[in-house]
């Protein structure tokens, strides 16, 4: 699976965009950008996923660049409950479904 | 709510012991997946089944061991604990298990605290 890369940490004002990058530069062919997020100590959930095509879906907006060595994910309109620690995951496409997480962005939402 | 339990919430032992951790999918999942977070470790796979079998394994130490029951639940079963076990511990369960359209939903997680 490809290594990603995410910052340590990002702010946003709320009501603002949040946009969280991820670099995944080694990622294959065959592997698909998958985001979760974890709410303090609570089970991470699942925000999207993606594999060449921009998606939307009603939490996020996932943005890969063409030549998917990046993306991005959105949140529109950020709330103080999205403060969280979001990882983008890379995994292959058939493959069993381990999640390899790595350290994430500690995005923190500000009034 | 993810619709996966997990049990107990809290679980306080001495080092040395043996505990036993549960996990109920959600309704229709046939796989099921545990990983461990401490705060040097972070977000760590271990083990995953599907229906009733082992399908992969990750980072996960001769003493614990897993199964997964006719029932489709599992048990995380963790002995001769030492002061490093100490973590949160999460189950997730998904439909399938394999391929990428597969989203893990996660339980709520037993924080297991070894003194």
Known sequence: DAKTTQPPSMDCAEGRAANLPCNHSTISGNEYVYWYRQIHSQGPQYIIHGLKNNETNEMASLIITEDRKSSTLILPHATLRDTAVYYCIAFVVGGYNKLIFGAGTRLAVHP | ?115
Not at chain 2, 38 to 53: A, M, R, V
Request: aromatic letters at 10%; a negative charge; charged letters at 15%.
């Open chain 2, 1 to 115: 709510d993810s619709g996966v339990t997990q049990t107990p919430k809290h679980l306080i032992t001495a080092t040395g012991q043996r505990v036993t951790l549960r996990c109920s999918p959600r309704s229709g999942d046939l796989s099921v997946y545990w990983y461990q977070q401490s705060l040097d470790q972070g977000l760590q796979f271990l083990i995953q089944y599907y229906n009733g079998e082992e399908r992969a394994k990750g980072n996960i130490l001769e003493r614990f061991s897993a199964q997964q029951f006719p029932d489709l639940h599992s048990e995380l079963n963790l002995s001769s604990l030492e002061l490093g076990d100490s973590a949160l511990y999460f189950c997730a369960s998904s439909v399938s298990g394999q391929g990428a359209m597969d989203e893990q939903f996660f339980g709520p997680g037993t924080r297991l605290t070894v003194l």
